[in-house]
Structures are given as structure tokens and as C-alpha cells.
């Protein structure tokens, strides 16, 4: 089973501010599986990016996915007060889906 | 509007079984293959399970392998979760997802809001 470990654990940032979230694998990945969420309090999470660095329709291009192999970063170029939220990676590999244990971006 | 709705969860002792259901609706349900995953309150995000969108395929996660059985109904939407020999650590919410591709990309794309399961004595 591949580990998703996220750093770091909670980011305190301000409006305004550049947010980068890092993600890294205790083996190489393939990109087309590497996702990340963001989820709010109360509700399910939602998809910012897939294959490492898509945005499905609707999510703002702020939010920003890049990296290969092993190390993965979420980037969120400017936050926006409703950014402020909890965000997962989570990754594909033989048969078995795992997810980082997650970032809490708070506000400063 | 792709519209999923999780629904049979309860509270069940330990040893127990329980079946879990997700109405899918506002997408063409046997098109897409789904997921199950579970969240303790306040904790992160665990895959369980994974069906092809013809059911012919299925995957599980390691803690739940040989207790837990995903199928689906395609002629009523629908998706299950058949659970058995629950224990206090099977407690949480349980959301299922859609995947994002008819070709199947391995991506959760939309979510349901959840059900409740807490095992307890």
C-alpha cells in the first residue's frame, strides 16, 4: 500500500496569501492518479485537481496541481476566504486507493 | 445535476452486519463505476471499496476485505454496501462516489453527503 504523507499539518495563512500544499508518496506514483480534495466542515469532499495537475469545470484556476514520482503540490495562488478548509491528496496504484491524512489551511 | 444519496446507517453492535445503499441520479448510473469511503468525525478519508460500472469488478480496502461486499442494482440506480462482523473501528461516515469517467479514471469526482454508522455495545 502506497502512504500519502501531507505537509504540512495545518498552514496559517491570510487572505491574499499563496498557499502550497505538499503531498508526498512512499513510491513513485503515476500522475494520471494523483487527486486532490478539499473538503469543508459538515460537508462531503470535493475535487480540486486530478491527474496531478487537471481541474474539472467549476474549480477556479487559483487552485493549481503540479509534480511527479513522489512529491505533489497543491498550489493556491491567491486564498480567497473560502479556501480555508481541509485538503487531501489521494493516489491510485495497483488496485488500491489511499489518502493522505490531510492539511488544515486556517486563517491567520 | 449529479445527485447521490447515502441511506441505512444506524446505530449496530459489534458483531453485527448492516447494508448500506447510494440512489444515484441527474447521470446515467451504469455508465460510471463507484466508490465507498468512510470518515471518522473529525478524521481523515478511507477508501473501502470500488465496482466496475457493470459490477463485474470489485476492489476493497485491507481493513475491510472478506467482511464487506460492494454490488450495485443498475436497474434502480443503486449502490450497496453489504457490511458484516462490524467492529468499534468501522464506526464513521459513509459516503459514496461516483467516478469521473465512463472510461473509469480512478477519480472521485462527485460525492453523497453521507450515512452514519456507529457500532457501539
Known amino acids: 500500500e502506497i502512504v500519502l504523507t501531507q505537509s504540512p499539518g495545518t498552514l496559517s495563512l491570510s487572505p491574499g496569501e499563496r498557499a502550497t500544499l505538499s503531498c508526498r508518496a512512499s513510491?513513485?506514483?503515476?500522475?494520471?492518479?494523483l487527486a486532490w480534495f478539499q473538503q469543508k466542515p459538515g460537508q462531503p469532499p470535493r475535487l480540486l485537481i486530478y491527474?496531478?495537475?487537471s481541474r474539472p469545470t467549476g474549480i477556479p484556476d487559483r487552485f493549481s496541481g503540479s509534480g511527479s514520482g513522489t512529491d505533489f503540490t497543491l498550489t493556491i495562488s491567491r486564498l480567497e476566504s473560502e479556501d480555508f478548509a481541509v485538503y487531501y491528496c489521494?493516489?491510485?496504484?495497483?488496485?488500491?486507493?489511499?489518502f493522505g491524512q490531510g492539511t488544515r489551511l486556517d486563517i491567520k | 445535476e449529479v445527485h447521490l444519496v447515502e441511506s441505512g446507517g444506524v446505530v449496530v453492535q459489534p458483531g453485527g452486519s448492516l447494508r448500506l445503499s447510494c440512489a444515484g441520479s441527474?447521470?446515467?448510473?451504469?455508465?460510471?463505476?463507484m466508490y465507498w469511503v468512510r470518515q471518522v468525525p473529525g478524521k481523515g478519508l478511507e477508501w473501502l471499496s470500488y465496482?466496475?460500472?457493470?459490477?463485474?469488478?470489485?476492489f476493497y480496502g485491507d481493513s475491510v476485505k472478506g467482511r464487506f461486499t460492494v454490488s450495485r442494482d443498475n436497474s434502480k440506480n443503486s449502490l450497496y454496501l453489504q457490511m458484516h462482523s462490524l467492529r468499534l473501528e468501522d464506526t464513521g461516515l459513509y459516503y459514496c462516489?461516483?467516478?469521473?469517467?465512463?472510461?473509469?479514471?480512478?477519480?472521485?469526482?462527485?460525492w453523497g453527503q453521507g450515512t452514519l454508522v456507529t457500532v457501539s455495545s
Open positions: 462516489a461516483k467516478d469521473i469517467s465512463v472510461d473509469t479514471a480512478m477519480v472521485l469526482d462527485s
Open positions: 441527474g447521470f446515467t448510473f451504469d455508465d460510471y463505476a
Open positions: 465496482i466496475t460500472w457493470d459490477g463485474s469488478t470489485t
Open positions: 513510491q513513485t506514483i503515476h500522475s494520471s492518479y
Open positions: 491527474a496531478a495537475s
Open positions: 489521494q493516489q491510485y496504484h495497483n488496485f488500491s486507493i489511499t
